[in-house]
């Protein structure tokens, strides 16, 4: 912001003469690049994240399959009578609390 103002002027002239202002430090253009590019991989992030936690919504929902994490799939692969049970059990909540 330029200062046309004289008064103003004169007392930044002043502050500047007494060593009252502080220094502005002002980002490269490379470091403005790249905290941009990390800025916008955090938001790329988000919404990936927010997309996945939609999917996995609309499928419990609608009761069409379940989504498991890797964990979950080795633990059904040992019992697999447990994932049936699983989800007949989502499937009767699901029904019962269908108005």
């Not at 002027?9 to 502005?24: D, I, T």
């Not at 800025?39 to 988000?46: D, T, V, W």
Request: with cysteine; glycine share 6%; hydrophobic share 30%.
């Amino acid at each position: 912001m330029v200062k046309a103002d004289r008064g103003d002027s004169r007392k930044l002239a002043y502050l500047l003469a007494k060593g009252m202002l502080k220094r502005l430090w002002v980002r490269s253009s490379g470091d403005r690049s790249c905290r941009q590019l990390i800025r916008r991989h955090r938001q790329l992030i988000r919404g990936r994240v927010r997309t996945q936690n939609q999917i996995k919504s609309e499928v419990q929902f609608y009761g069409w399959s379940q989504v498991h994490s890797a964990k979950q799939q080795e633990y059904y692969a040992l019992y697999p009578d447990s994932q049936d049970r699983i989800i007949e059990v989502h499937h009767n909540e699901w029904k019962t609390t269908k108005v």
